[in-house]
């Protein structure tokens, strides 16, 4: 079954169908030698689906779950309960590291937030199913400005209603994207983006 179908019959059947749920943060700690780091950052490490580190491919693939720190010379990843913060050179190397089956800052099943300095967008929802559009006009994602950690204004609507309004900030300008659903989790609710330090916040929903 494709991701974007899956998604879609778990928003229509509120959760209730088996592999709906979001993978569960685990809060073991796992503790990466300096040759295990090396050879992670090696193989090109991405954040998976519930916040897993994924790296290699073929027989030289492995997973690490949350919780973990991996250190690259370009690159951060931290889990941490249900914090994971990625650091990178920019914002898109950043988000670059999130691999498609992660679900990240998908606020419809395949639909995405698409988020960049000074300026958040959303893909358009023009195939949603008639039988899903009433649950999808719940959904709300919102664009919160920041100064520091506090909010700098009021959240900004960039989806509401069923409609998208692209938001347009100051260049280097912080922010907090917020995805409010109606009857089914969203697998990241809260991403703060920090396009001057290419810092990626996001929380997980357990």
């Known amino acids: 079954m494709g991701v974007g179908l899956l998604a879609a019959l778990c928003s229509l059947l509120g959760g209730s169908l088996g592999g ?15 040759e295990d780091q090396a050879r992670i950052c090696a193989a090109g490490p991405r954040v998976g689906e519930g916040g897993a580190l994924e ?19 370009d ?22 590291v999130f691999r ?6 998908s606020y419809y099943a395949e639909l995405r937030v698409r988020p960049s300095d000074g300026r958040v967008d959303a893909d358009p929802p023009t195939d949603v199913p ?4 009433a649950e999808f006009a719940q959904i709300s994602v ?23 309004t692209p938001v347009t900030l100051e260049p280097g300008t912080a922010y907090r994207i917020e ?5 089914s989790a969203n697998p990241w609710p809260s991403v703060t983006v920090d396009p001057a330090s290419g810092t990626v916040q996001a929380t997980l929903q357990r």
Do not use: H, I, K
């Not at 709906?20 to 300096?34: G, H, I, W, Y």
């Not at 008639?130 to 559009?133: G, I, P």
């Not at 995805?179 to 009857?183: E, I, K, Q």
């Open 20 to 34: 709906c749920a979001p993978v569960a943060v685990q809060n073991t700690f796992t503790d990466l030698s300096t």
């Open 55 to 73: 790296y290699g491919v073929g027989a030289g693939a492995g997973s690490v779950p949350p919780d973990y720190t991996l250190n690259c010379p």
């Open 100 to 105: 498609n089956d992660a679900y990240f800052l």
């Open 179 to 183: 995805t409010r659903t109606g009857g």
């Open 142 to 164: 919102t664009v919160t400005p920041l100064a520091g950690s506090a909010p700098a204004g009021p959240p900004l609507a960039l989806v509401s209603r069923g409609q998208v």
């Open 75 to 96: 690159l951060r990843v931290q889990a941490e309960g249900r914090t994971l913060t990625v650091w990178a050179p920019t914002l898109a190397a950043a988000l670059a």
């Open 130 to 133: 008639e039988a899903l559009q």
